[in-house]
């Protein structure tokens, strides 16, 4: 029993090598995740470790020999993603499953002849079990040193507390306040775009809004490039250039944005005023689960709702499988998020304000036209920017479940509601490896179709802009004082999203920008 512990203490490298996976893909994705979504796979990683390593233990007696076997497979395991990926991109235009079987095919042989040798050797493998436990040791160091210097670097964000919020109590028998939707369709274009660059008319869609009196502005633009700059922006009323001080320049950590998105001043003002606020799960990241939501609907999947367990599976021996868990999950919250929107309403007495970040008609092109099923090449959300077809018949899947819950809601809700369809941005046609103006236009782009109880035109044709929208229907609605602000436009890079060049006069005016900017 003593000399089994001795082994046990100089052969305990295979729990290094089920936490370094996860300690290194967050020292490189810190900007992406938050520090908290480790634990869970950690623990998850070192159990399944553990579990299997006594599995073999009790086959073949030897806590070294198998202490090498399992450090081993979890190497190949969590190393296979990062192989494949460079395998794909030097032999394959297209990476097909029957792809996948022949490179894991090999892995597995790998896995076995190393394993068969290790089992058959007439060597203790003492010398090997500890120097393999001093290289598990080592490859910790860095990322840790990468964590906590970049922990460190990070400032403590504190909320601007300033918002206008007057309490609702004292008109407590005032006519029920109307429902308000606000609902965010991701990479959705304007009528513009969609004519000049995918050969395609929307004017159906457009009519229909139209019959059901929606306000279709002329002309809107993104205030920001990108989905957390914009909705963080949206749902606080206000420009986010703070953040540029706030994280520096230089910085991509969207931890800052993140929170004001999780503690949003949109939710505090509806729930000051007697609203019930609904966020529906998007998926991702930042609008999955919004704190200051009474109800987060929609994550049906919370095995896939930690990001860092994603990534791991796209990174592992698990990748071809990971393509149909994906594709289950998004299809399935897709579908619950469309239902929701159009029932919420009936759930409850009082006014509900719903939020809803809908990964549509942005890729992947799961879609047809009339909700037909697609395959995709591949299962991701970096989408396919070059794919007009797949984009226009997603397009038209998302035209169609719009319809069906516009006129639902419509139909059925007591009191007149405000409904919001905002896109956080346009498309990427256009873009290839480098920012250009035609680019810009394309990428900020969108749309903001809005149905008012009123249908006030006037206020909101003098201000067009998603701020001074929801800043307009606040001072209508909410019993809040906000003045309006200037319309401001700002474009950053994915590598420096706090470094803004103002372009305001470009898509206003027509006027030149600075492309050197961005070199």
């Given at each position: 029993m003593k000399q089994e512990i001795k082994q046990l203490t100089f052969s305990f490298h295979p729990i290094?090598?089920?936490?370094?996976?996860?300690?290194?893909?967050?020292?490189?994705?810190?900007?992406?995740?938050?520090?908290?979504?480790?634990?869970?796979?950690?623990?998850?990683?070192?159990?399944?470790?553990?579990?299997?390593?006594?599995?073999?233990?009790?086959?073949?007696?030897?806590?070294v020999k198998t202490s090498l076997i399992t450090s081993l497979s979890l190497f190949l395991f969590f190393a296979y993603g990062h192989f494949a990926s460079i395998v794909y991109?030097?032999?394959?235009?297209?990476?097909?499953?029957?792809?996948?079987l022949v490179l894991l095919s090999i892995f597995l042989g790998v896995i076995i002849i190393i394993s068969r040798f290790i089992i058959k050797s007439k060597h203790s493998l003492h010398n090997a079990s500890l120097i393999t436990t001093i290289i598990g040791i080592s490859i910790l160091i860095f990322p840790i040193m990468m964590i906590a210097t970049y922990s460190s670097e990070q400032t403590s964000f504190i909320a601007d507390e300033n918002t206008p919020i007057f309490s609702s109590m004292e008109n407590s028998n005032e006519i029920q306040k109307p429902d308000i939707y606000l609902i965010v369709l991701d990479s959705y274009p304007d009528e513009k775009i969609l004519n000049n660059l995918f050969d395609f008319d929307n004017s159906d869609f457009i009519s229909f809004l139209s019959s059901k009196n929606f306000i279709i502005p002329e002309k809107t633009f993104s205030h920001y490039h990108t989905s957390f700059l914009t909705i963080t922006s949206l749902l606080n009323l206000d420009y986010i250039n703070h953040l540029t001080v706030d994280v520096g320049e230089n910085s991509k950590n969207r931890f800052q944005a993140y929170k004001m998105i999780d503690q949003n001043k949109i939710m505090k003002i509806t729930k000051s005023q007697g609203y019930v606020n609904v966020n529906i799960d998007s998926g991702w990241e930042a609008t999955r689960y919004i704190s200051s939501a009474d109800l987060n609907l929609c994550g049906k999947n919370q095995f896939l709702n930690s990001q860092t367990i994603v990534m791991m599976i796209k990174n592992s021996m698990l990748n071809p499988v990971y393509v149909k868990i994906f594709e289950s999950d998004y299809r399935d919250r897709i579908t619950c998020s469309f239902n929701s929107i159009s029932t919420i309403h009936n759930e409850t007495k009082q006014p509900v304000f719903v939020f809803a970040h809908i990964f549509l008609p942005h890729g992947p092109y799961y879609w047809g036209p009339d909700g037909e099923y697609n395959v995709p090449t591949k299962a991701t959300l970096e989408g396919f920017h070059k794919d007009k077809i797949g984009f226009t018949d997603q397009l038209q899947f998302t035209n169609k479940k719009v319809k069906e819950f516009v006129t639902k809601i419509l139909d059925e809700s007591k009191t007149p509601p405000i409904i919001i369809l905002f896109s956080d941005h346009g498309t990427?046609?256009?873009?290839?490896?480098?920012?250009?103006?035609?680019?810009?236009?394309?990428?900020?782009?969108?749309?903001?179709?809005?149905?008012l109880p009123e249908n006030n035109l006037e206020s909101l044709n003098n201000n067009p802009s998603s701020i001074n929208l929801l800043r307009m229907i606040s001072n209508d609605h909410l019993n809040q004082k906000f003045s309006y602000l200037e319309d401001k436009y700002y474009f950053s890079d994915d590598e420096k999203p706090y470094r803004w060049l103002d372009i305001t006069n470009f898509l206003l005016k027509n006027k030149k920008i600075d492309l050197d900017f961005f070199n």
């Open positions: 290094l090598f089920a936490i370094f996976p996860v300690i290194s893909l967050l020292s490189e994705n810190m900007h992406l995740l938050l520090p908290s979504e480790i634990f869970f796979p950690i623990f998850l990683f070192v159990i399944i470790t553990i579990s299997i390593w006594t599995i073999l233990y009790l086959i073949f007696k030897n806590i991109d030097l032999f394959f235009q297209e990476t097909t499953f029957k792809e996948h990427m046609l256009t873009y290839d490896d480098h920012i250009s103006e035609d680019f810009i236009l394309e990428r900020m782009s969108n749309i903001m179709y809005v149905h």
